[in-house]
Every structure is written in C-alpha cells, then in structure tokens.
C-alpha cells in the first residue's frame, strides 16, 4: 500500500481522489455527530487514530513505488463504524505524506480509497457477518482486522495493474504478478496485525467496557437486538 508520490499516472490520481471524496465526506459527518453526542468517545477515538498511524508507518519494502505494512484500520472500523474509519485513515495517510514521505499527495486519493475505505468496510463486513453467527468475539475481531489488511492490498494490487498493464498480458497479468509478491509480505503481516487487534482489544474490554457496550462491540440482550438494524445505522 501507500503508493508513492507521483508514481501514478494523473488521470489514475484523479481518478482515484474522486472515488475516494464521497466517503470522506460521509466520514466527517459520522464523526461530528459521534463526538457531538458523545464527547466521552473523544480519547477511544484518537487510540483508533493512533493505533492506525503507528502500524500504517512501519514499512517494508515491496512492489517498486509501493511498500508492504500492517495497517491498523480493522480496530477503527469494529469500534466507531467504517465512515468514522475514512476520516481517521484519510488523517493518518495525509500526515504520514506530508511528515514521513510515506506515500504521497498526489497518490492520496488512491491510498485513502485502498486503505481507509475498502480496507474497513471489508474488515468490519467480516466482522459483522461472523458475529450474527454467535462467533466468539475475538474471533471475529482476529478475521475482520485480517481481511482489513489483507483486501486493502488486494486493492493497491488493482491500482498498480491499471495503471502498469503488462505489455504481453495487459491488466490480468499485471494484477497477478503484484498480488503475487504482495502476498509473500502481506499475508504474514495479516496474520500478526490479526493477533495484535485481539490483544488490544481484549485490553479495552478490560479497560472500557461500558463505552464498548454503548458501542454495540460487547453484545447485551438489547444492543444484540439493536445490531440487526445497524446496516442502516451506519448509513446515516
């Protein structure tokens, strides 16, 4: 993930930052209304912020103008929703652009849609989906924070193929020959990013387990049943 500064073609760039700006917007207006009416979640919320931005900054090198790292969003997304996610994750890549010179402006829009859009709204679909079968928490916390790292890379793979097509097999080649050294660095680090969500999770839920509650992560009778309408919750 996190492409490099100018290494995508303008268009693509556009491209990309336009895709990526309705979430965002969307984001911001989730993230006012929850600070809003619950000021208390202020410091949850910069923990999600800044457990992204540490993991998303510890890169290892890969495909030539992109990198390999954990990416920290699967625990945004399971605890404030993935619209909140899209701010916090669009935050810590433009800080981490413009302090770290890891990724860049120009490349925003196809990192932020990557990383702080696919890669939530996968980890937390995951999550969800696991958890309306009665699977045990942290299970569901360990594959919704894996699939979260997991398809932002996919994501980046889909980038970098359309925009470097193989000159003999076009973009299908192209897209498997970036899965396939994605993979040798990214599946290992889903698997650690997995195990690291769970311990801090299970260190929250020692910790705050009334905000969790309130945030429908530790299932009471009442928000279990609240649950079954959360899709159209998180659509507001």
């Known amino acids: 993930m996190h492409i490099a500064e100018g290494f995508l073609p303008p268009a693509h760039a556009v491209a990309w930052g336009v895709a990526s700006a309705p979430f965002v917007v969307h984001g911001v207006r ?9 000021p208390e979640s202020t ?35 399971i605890l404030f929703r993935p619209p909140i996610m899209a701010v916090l994750g669009t935050i810590t890549l433009l800080f981490q652009a413009l302090l770290l010179a890891h990724g860049g402006l ?23 989906l696991l958890r309306r079968f009665d699977v045990p928490l942290m299970v569901a916390v360990f594959f919704g924070a894996f699939f979260a790292d997991l398809s ?23 897209l498997g020959k ?29 910790s705050s387990k009334g905000e969790l509650t309130r945030l429908g992560v530790l299932l009471t009778r009442q928000n279990k049943t609240e649950a079954e309408t959360e899709t159209e919750a998180v659509a507001r």
């Open 43 to 77: 410091l949850l919320l910069g923990a999600s912020g800044a457990f992204t931005f540490v993991l998303s900054a510890l890169k290892l090198p890969s495909v030539t103008g992109s990198c390999s790292h954990p990416t920290g969003t699967g625990l945004g997304a």
């Open 178 to 206: 970036f899965g396939s050294i994605f993979a040798v660095t990214q599946i290992p680090l889903a698997v650690s990013e997995g195990l690291l969500t769970v311990f801090v999770m299970r260190l929250l839920v020692q």
């Open 152 to 174: 932002t890379y996919c994501v980046t793979s889909v980038q970098l193929a359309l925009a470097f097509p193989d000159p003999g097999s076009g973009f299908l080649g192209a």
């Open 30 to 38: 989730s993230l006012t209304r929850e600070v809003r009416e619950h």
């Open 106 to 128: 120009t490349t925003l829009g196809a990192n932020v849609f990557s990383m702080a859009i696919v890669g939530p709204w996968t980890g937390y679909a995951v999550y969800r």
